[in-house]
């Protein structure tokens, strides 16, 4: 049975970390304007918080595309996606 050899996980830039970050910002603002969407009831609010998500989601993406891009891995179990070991 051959061992898995540990790959080390590269340290994660200054550049990186506030990316990841703003992603953890861009996430929790995402997941309020979808609390705030389950309990409006005029639909002024619910024509606002549906601009709010997707804004949201715009920016969310954007900061996932960057971090996908410059291949930072967030959490340690991502090791592998992140090398492409899917």
Known sequence: MQLLKKKKQAAVSIDGQQL??????????LDGARQKFEYVTEP?????????????QAR????LGKIREKGICAEPWSALRCAGGE
Do not use: G, N, P
Not at 20 to 29: D, F, G, N, P, V
Not at 60 to 63: E, F, R
């Open 44 to 56: 002024d609010m619910v024509v606002s918080c549906i601009y709010e998500m997707h804004a949201e």
């Open 60 to 63: 969310y993406d954007h900061l």
């Open 20 to 29: 990841l970050t703003q992603l953890r910002e861009a996430k929790m603002a």
